[in-house]
């Protein structure tokens, strides 16, 4: 059964969430700073009363199951949600879904001990703290095969010794989940193992926190980390020895498709400025929007966007309906592929539509742009997902050990002939094709 509705009872909850975001959350981007930034006092002043009303109207934490206390949607309304939420960098937060803190708490959810809920997942799950995710490394990203940042075991303890890059959010978390080498002389796919790193343990040094575009030097949030003999407890270890990626897999799966979500809403936002400026703007006498050149790009920027979010919510359904990243592995890597490609057209189409003020510091169509670059790569970069997709579905298929293919027009034609041949009169041979 296909059904495209959704049903009137969550429609009332999205258009609440709608409103307050619109109302509540938006202005916040223009204010504040990092979201992140709990010890930021006007932050916390202001989104925990909004919190507050998220929780009451039983909207928090709406990627989570009912025994992590979210309500437990599943993915498609949380896709419905988040393409509401993705329009502001603050409302994630005041939702209580924010990556990485997401990804990290599910990761704590499958492989923590009672005790590492207790310190960590509850409180993050409270927002009370946040968190980071620290795997690439400032020699190799893409190929976690090449990473070099170690742990050796000693006693009770595990020593961490090597650099991470981009490690978002490290300057305002309380721990990190580290994926670093344990058995260097294992099959690639079995050499790393995942840990919870409290950042105040003594070692874990941040060289420098890297900015993306325009940010200015030292007020970026990805850091570049070098852990120097740090020590954590043996049972920090996250998910068995080893088992690095089968542990990543936890939080990409899910982390990727709430990305492509979201940016569906960014994507939005930027057709919506692109439609209403073609409408108000003239030029040589008439309306942008009657020139046939730029409704070109509003009619693309829609198809695309459609064909994306359709795509987006069919992936969500089914990860719904197999309970299994693992299944829908294909789906989720083809938009996060083309995630990039559909955000970058619609925010590069809407910033030229909009002239030199598109382009200009008061707009934020170049922002987009630039996160539509990031989109291609966080969480991997575009052409190994492509990679991913296109040996998934190979895999459904079978080669041919005829010379000539199947579905070779001569071969489909005598097979033709040999099911109808006996009832047409037409001279078959004489056509000439045998
Ligand atoms: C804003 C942002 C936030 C991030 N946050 C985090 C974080 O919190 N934690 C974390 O650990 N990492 C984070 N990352 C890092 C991200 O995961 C890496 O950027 C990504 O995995 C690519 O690694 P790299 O940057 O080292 O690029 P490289 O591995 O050097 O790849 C560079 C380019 O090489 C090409 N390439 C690579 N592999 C292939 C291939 N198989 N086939 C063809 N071409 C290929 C692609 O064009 C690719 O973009 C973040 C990145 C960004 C931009």
Redesign the pocket.
Known sequence: MWDFETDPEFQRELDWIDAFVREAVEPLDHLLDSPYDLEDADVVRVIRPLQAQVRKRKLWACHLGPDLGGPGYGQVKLGLMNEILGRSRFAPLVFGCQA?DSGNGEILAHYGTEEHKEKYLKPLLENEIVS??????PH????PKMFKCKAERDGDEWVINGE??????ARYATFLIAMVVTHPDAPPYNRLSMFIVPKDAPGVNILRNVG?GSEKRGHGS?GYIRYENVRVPAENLLGGEGQGFAVAQTRLGGGRIHHAMRTVGQIKKAFDMMCERVLSRETQGELLAHKQMVQEKIADTWMELEQFRLFVLQTAWKIDKYGDYLKVRKDISAIKALMPTVYYNAASRAAHLHGSLGVSNEMPFVNQVIGSL?M?????????HK?TVARQLLREYQAHDGLFPRGHLLAERERAIKKYGHLIERDLEAEGWN
């Open positions: 990485p980071a995710f620290s795997m690439t490394e190799a990203g893409a190929d991470k890059w981009f490690s978002s959010n993306v990805h990031v291609g790569l966080a969480d991997g970069p575009t052409e190994v990679v």
